[in-house]
Nanobody
Framework: QVRLVESGGGLVQAGGSLRLSCATSIRTFVTYGMGWFRQAPGKEREFVAAINWNGGTTYYADSVKGRFTISRDNARNSVYLQMNSLKPEDTAVYYC???????????????WGQGTQVTVSS
């Protein structure tokens, strides 16, 4: 059973920053692209950002492009999301997962972590 443990969320004012972390137990972590997703209350989970196996290529949802930066540390089996210029509409629970593809950003693991809550006040 793969473990995905997200952390780093919190309450921040609009314009502020947070850095999320996702520690995984994926043994072959280096072979996977990784992604961040988020789910706001009453909405479906949506793609936020992705990074390929060596960090050389990144992908972002239009809503976060230029504000968020995804990175990874293969030695620590971890992926990160630096979030700057936060907006109230970024409020959501944030999750990470490995990815099957970079077209639909299909998650690999059906079992998600507990996520980390990000709340941005106006």
């Amino acid at each position: 059973q793969v473990r995905l443990v997200e952390s780093g969320g919190g309450l921040v004012q609009a314009g502020g920053s947070l850095r999320l972390s996702c520690a995984t137990s994926i043994r072959t972590f280096v072979t996977y692209g990784m992604g961040w997703f988020r789910q706001a209350p009453g909405k479906e989970r949506e793609f936020v950002a992705a990074i390929n196996w060596n960090g050389g290529t990144t992908y972002y949802a239009d809503s976060v492009k230029g504000r968020f930066t995804i990175s990874r540390d293969n030695a620590r089996n971890s992926v990160y999301l630096q979030m700057n210029s936060l907006k109230p509409e970024d409020t959501a629970v944030y999750y990470c997962n490995a990815l099957r593809d970079y077209t639909n950003y299909t998650p690999v693991f059906g079992s998600w972590g507990q996520g980390t809550q990000v709340t941005v006040s106006s």
